[in-house]
């Protein structure tokens, strides 16, 4: 089925049965925006790569200040090793917090200007 851009055509997508009786999910927010793991109160780490554009943010000054004004956010790409990252232990405390589903999510920001 082809959908168009809009809510009327999106709506009459089909809803996983599962997914009405699953009452609660986990949504993990890990790109290379955790390296820096900076943001303001009450903000996303995962818009770190755009708040740079705003000399005045308080990202940008903490991003001057700790990696210096010529570091790039694609430069963190190569720091991001996720070493003690262990698949099998993250799949035993969902599983312990009764999670039915778990979403992997990533911001992929490339700035080509």
Known sequence: MKYEANWESLDK???????EDAKFGIF????IYSVPSYTGKGEYAEWYACQLDNPQHPSRIF?????GPNFKYSDFAGMF????????????????SGAKY?????SVFIKLI
């Open 63 to 67: 991003h001057d200040k700790t990696y």
């Open 102 to 106: 778990i979403i992997g999510k990533t």
């Open 28 to 31: 993990i927010h890990w790109g």
């Open 81 to 96: 090793k996720a070493e003690l990252f262990n698949a099998d232990e993250w799949a035993q405390l969902f599983e312990k």
């Open 13 to 19: 997508r089909p809803v996983p049965s599962w997914f």
